[in-house]
């Protein structure tokens, strides 16, 4: 069950985009921890992905970019991620980031508003959709089953390798390195796209440095903790080879 907060939070954002879209909109759904069943109240971001049924002018666009950031402060969470895609889009594989919005912000968030999707990388928005399509809970419209394509296990193993390259380089010694790197281990080796403490609680196990993962673990649940960078940095090599090599046989 959604905690009563996070669920009147999704239907504020999802009335914005009614006030704003009007019949374009076709959905708005909740994906990352909250889809996931790792979310942690008041440490989790809330992630929600919305669809347009066609494409969106640049004043409509900053229109809904101010509006969902306005709407963001109320966020009971760490903050709001929000993306807007078209429906033909996320009915086909994916090319790159191809939304028409991403606008993020709240209590502890920074805001942030992009409106072209070919200036940001596209590997974070292809495992959203990943994620819409396996666990995504709708807010409003349909199933995301019948509105999101399903996408290969090979482009989200050359997603994941991309998150793990693009960690290494700015943001290697965080929590969200380690549990993006636990949650991309057990997607190679066991095709199992679930939340970041589950990957974590599957990589403690087999990671020789347990203690890396439950810094990283202890860091979500808002407790005190440290992150050694050279712990860190192994991990996430690791991780990059064995989702390289996965990717190299196809598997």
Same mark, same amino acid.
């Given at each position: 069950?959604?905690?009563?907060?996070?669920?009147?939070?999704?239907?504020?954002?999802?009335?914005?985009?009614?006030?704003?879209?009007?019949?374009?909109?076709?959905?708005?759904?909740?994906?990352?921890?909250?889809?996931?069943?790792?979310?942690?109240?008041?440490?989790? &971001?809330?992630? /929600?992905?919305?669809? %347009?049924?066609? *494409?969106?002018?640049? @004043?409509?666009?900053? +229109? $809904?970019?101010?509006?969902?950031?306005?709407?963001?402060?109320?966020?009971?969470?760490?903050?709001?991620?929000?993306?807007?895609?078209?429906?033909?889009?996320?009915?086909?594989?994916?090319?790159?980031?191809?939304?028409?919005?991403?606008?993020?912000?709240?209590?502890?968030?920074?805001?942030?508003?992009?409106?072209?999707?070919?200036?940001?990388?596209?590997?974070?928005?292809?495992? &959203?959709?990943? /994620?819409?399509?396996? %666990?995504?809970? *709708?807010?409003?419209? @349909?199933?995301?089953? +019948? $509105?999101?394509?399903?996408?290969?296990?090979?482009?989200?193993?050359?997603?994941?390798?991309?998150?793990?390259?693009?960690?290494?380089?700015?943001?290697?010694?965080?929590?969200?390195?380690?549990?993006?790197?636990?949650?991309?281990?057990?997607?190679?080796?066991?095709?199992?796209?679930?939340?970041?403490?589950?990957?974590?609680?599957?990589?403690?196990?087999?990671?020789?440095?347990?203690?890396?993962?439950?810094?990283?673990?202890?860091?979500?649940?808002?407790?005190?903790?440290?992150?050694?960078?050279?712990?860190?940095?192994?991990?996430?090599?690791?991780?990059?080879?064995?989702?390289?090599?996965?990717?190299?046989?196809?598997?």
């Amino acid at each position: 069950m959604l905690a009563p907060e996070v669920a009147e939070f999704g239907d504020r954002v999802k009335d914005v985009l009614v006030h704003t879209l009007g019949g374009n909109l076709v959905g708005t759904y909740f994906v990352g921890s909250v889809a996931l069943g790792g979310y942690v109240p008041g440490e989790s &971001d809330i992630d /929600i992905l919305a669809v %347009s049924d066609s *494409a969106l002018t640049l @004043p409509q666009k900053q +229109r $809904i970019a101010s509006a969902v950031v306005e709407a963001s402060a109320a966020c009971p969470a760490r903050g709001l991620e929000f993306t807007l895609y078209r429906r033909d889009v996320v009915g086909s594989p994916p090319v790159g980031a191809d939304f028409e919005v991403n606008a993020n912000g709240g209590p502890r968030m920074r805001t942030a508003m992009h409106l072209d999707a070919t200036a940001e990388p596209g590997f974070w928005y292809v495992l &959203d959709r990943a /994620i819409a399509r396996r %666990s995504g809970r *709708a807010i409003s419209g @349909p199933p995301p089953r +019948r $509105i999101f394509a399903d996408i290969p296990r090979r482009t989200l193993l050359e997603a994941m390798y991309e998150s793990m390259a693009w960690h290494r380089v700015h943001e290697k010694a965080t929590l969200y390195s380690v549990l993006n790197a636990c949650r991309a281990w057990r997607f190679a080796q066991e095709d199992v796209l679930g939340s970041k403490l589950e990957g974590a609680a599957w990589a403690r196990t087999r990671w020789p440095d347990a203690g890396v993962i439950d810094a990283a673990v202890a860091l979500r649940r808002g407790e005190d903790a440290a992150l050694d960078g050279s712990a860190v940095d192994a991990l996430l090599s690791e991780v990059g080879a064995q989702l390289r090599a996965a990717t190299t046989l196809g598997c």
